[in-house]
């Protein structure tokens, strides 16, 4: 047998002995992952949805949507095996008292005996039937709403939450020219409705999130340490990728290009370039996520490179990192049931001026959407508040990311002022506390 022949052989068998091995799944497979997403969206149907509906004294509420543009509250209402709606799909959910919330939906399947499916046909000349479509469709809700006869008809239509503006203008125009003008008076937008449904979280929910939240938190310290990183060679666009791959080898997604970042002493960002070269002394700091179960994390850490000679970060940074571990005790002592987006920023932020900390608070919700549903907390150059969006109330059973930073003059860097980013995802639970799903970093991840 030649060389080459030998060499050929070899090379099936070690191609062979990768493919034959098992890749890790933290989250089992797929078919796992949806079983279980199926169950959360029988519990939410049957858990969360009733009392919303009766708290925002909703008779029907009407969720039309066209294949490929669907309702942001789409990802709440359907199974995981569903991916967009059928042509046109229209979702009513009702109040129907003691018997709970009917759940209908026209033109959709019954996403796994969730909903009645309807799929009203008309008779064609070959003795076959067609589905209904076009303003055909539009009569059947109305024959199904005038069978209910509903006090309040809720529709998606907000001008201040992305989340509750998901009827477009061609699907009203449309429905209201058929269901006509008796039915104007009984139109009420969902607004609140919408944004409460996609952020309410169940109790099941969170225990995955932690396990999320564990991975995360595995794969920023790998990031930032000697494993991945050999300063003077690796470049922050490397850590990029490599975070974008381990996702992809783990068959798990993120909802966002991660970022990294360094700052080093006696240089300016603008004399960093936009994908400098690591080096011993800099500070590094990342934003990633992850998706999983159809959930989204978002997550910023720190880490630290070694000097030659060095165990531990200098104590200026250490005392720097303190002062923003600070800012989340704040946030959290203000984070209340009841009190809007706005006020929490407000009292968080007299605190923090009060205490000193040059600090900025951007927190946001999160969920089923990364920028999730629910109040905002903040916007980096929304400091005073955030009309609207911010005046929505914090939730018990709602998850937040607590995006925020604080600003340090570090002696051991000659007074230059570091900024010590952090993110970390946390619940309010249904006691009104606030919680870390795992943890926060109080300690820079080490580069040896």
Known sequence: ????????????????????????????????????????????MTTILPPLLKEHGVG??????????EDPVFRALVAPTTFAARRRTIYLLCDRGEAGVERVALGGSDQGGVYQAVRAAKPLPDGGSAELWGDDQW???????????????????SQTFAFADGLTAGEFDGMMRVLGEPWRPFLRDAEALAVD????RLPEEELAYRRMQELVWELTQRMFSAEVITPGVTRTSDLVWWWRQQVADLGIGTWFQPTVDVQRAGVTAAQLGADPVIQRGDVLHCD?????????????????VLRKGESAAPAGLRAALVRSNRLQDILFE????????????????????????????????????GHGAGPLIGLWDYQDGVPGRGDHKVRANTWFSSELQVTTPVAEWGGQRVRMAQEEDFAVGNDGRPRWFLRRQTEFFLVR
């Open 1 to 44: 047998m030649s060389r080459i022949v030998v060499a050929a052989a070899l090379a099936l068998v070690g191609v062979s002995s990768l493919t034959a091995q098992a890749p890790r799944r933290p989250f089992g497979t797929v078919r796992d992952q949806a079983t279980l997403q199926q169950q959360w969206l029988e519990r939410r």
């Open 60 to 69: 029907c509420w009407v969720i039309p949507m066209r294949e490929y543009n």
């Open 139 to 157: 009569r059947v809700l109305r024959d199904q709403l005038a069978a209910r006869a509903p006090k309040t008809v809720m529709i998606n239509r």
């Open 197 to 200: 449904f996609l952020a309410l």
């Open 288 to 304: 990633v996520g992850i998706s999983v179960y159809g959930l989204h994390t978002d997550t910023q850490h720190l880490g630290y």
């Open 334 to 369: 203000e984070t209340r049931v009841g009190r809007s987006g706005n006020e929490v920023l407000a009292a968080a932020r007299a605190t923090m001026r009060a205490e000193g900390l040059d600090g900025t608070i951007y927190t946001h919700p999160i969920g089923l959407h």
